[in-house]
């Protein structure tokens, strides 16, 4: 029996394509005893519910992730120590801090992706079974990178990962780049995907971009969420997008949206550790009942959750392409 995702209806009077969960946020800054905040976190069904994995920064401000389980996608325990890597295709496992994960399953195994601090950030990638054990790989990426995104099966036989060149500090600058690897250790063949625009194109997005959920497939090709960043009078703003890639060749954008899906407006996502920031993660979507669930860091603090009828996104991104 296929697990329902999480769900709540558009309300009344909502023209929006994208609405908030009513009781947002879904996971608080201190929902370990140790956390500061928790926040940029990514989800997948699992077994008869939900495992995940999430950025937890603790009160001395160190970056980690640690692992979660919910039965319903909504209610989350999450352990309250860090995972321990154990070596996977590498012995070198040393990581300096660890953020903004993202969980994908491929094939027999899932796989996380998140910055990972090896002189400077880049690319941490490892994989688990069952999340208890996880087996740290090579890093994909020399430093400086950031937003680590896997596809969730093998393109033309390769796996393929959406990232963002960065520099080692709040990169004022980003586009979204894709590489393929044939075993998960070795990646090339890096091609652009989506560039910031002008200003006067779409001017929420025209300071830097990067690749928000993992993709999942409809009959238009990828569906991907993204963030996109303006720089403002009062510093960075954060809010959504989505873009539609093509299947067989998702370095090539068939639309994208020139006005965003969500902005920061309400409180939790105004105000926080970093104000002003929607930074999606994750999705879970039942394509069958044209439904998604987004998951998403807010002010960089907690996790919050948004839902949107995918036939209805795709409609709009579409007609409102850049």
């Avoid at 389980?69 to 352990?79: A, E, M, P, Q, R």
């Avoid at 491929?106 to 002189?119: A, Q, S």
């Avoid at 954008?253 to 999606?280: A, C, H, M, W």
Wanted: aromatic share 14%.
């Amino acid at each position: 029996m296929k697990k329902e995702i999480p769900w709540q209806d558009k309300p009344k009077g909502c023209s929006d394509v994208i609405w908030r969960y009513s009781e947002n946020p879904i996971i608080s800054r201190d929902a370990i005893p140790t956390s500061n905040s928790i926040f940029n976190s990514a989800v997948v069904p699992y077994n008869d519910g939900f495992a995940g994995v999430f950025r937890c920064d603790n009160k001395a401000i160190q970056m980690n992730i640690f692992a979660g389980f919910s039965h319903n996608g909504i209610d989350w325990k999450i352990n309250e120590e860090p995972i321990v890597m154990e070596a996977g295709n590498t012995k070198m496992i040393a990581s300096d801090y660890k953020y903004d994960p993202r969980v994908t399953f491929i094939e027999d195994r899932y796989w996380i992706t998140w910055c990972n601090g090896y002189f400077g950030p880049t690319i941490g990638i490892a994989y688990t079974f069952d999340f208890k054990e996880f087996f740290q790989c090579e890093n994909a990426f020399l430093p400086f990178n950031r937003n680590g995104v896997l596809f969730p099966e093998k393109i033309n036989g390769k796996y393929a990962m959406l990232s963002r060149p960065s520099d080692n500090g709040h990169t004022p600058f980003g586009d979204i780049f894709i590489s393929y690897s044939p075993d998960m250790k070795y990646w090339g063949e890096h091609r652009n995907v989506m560039q910031a625009t002008p200003f006067e194109a779409s001017a929420w997005q025209c300071t830097k971009i990067g690749a928000g959920s993992v993709p999942f497939v409809t009959a238009e090709g990828w569906l991907m969420f993204y963030h996109g960043v303006i720089n403002t009078c009062n510093g960075f703003r954060y809010a959504m997008g989505a873009a539609i890639l093509d299947k067989n060749s998702p370095d090539q954008v068939k639309y994208r949206t020139k006005p965003y899906l969500l902005t920061p407006s309400v409180t939790y996502e105004q105000i926080g550790d970093v104000p002003n920031v929607i930074f999606p993660c994750a999705t879970l979507q039942d394509i069958e009942q044209d439904k998604v669930a987004i998951y998403y860091g807010a002010a960089d603090t907690v996790v919050a959750l948004a839902f949107g009828r995918i036939s209805e996104i795709i409609k709009f991104t579409k007609e409102n392409s850049l």
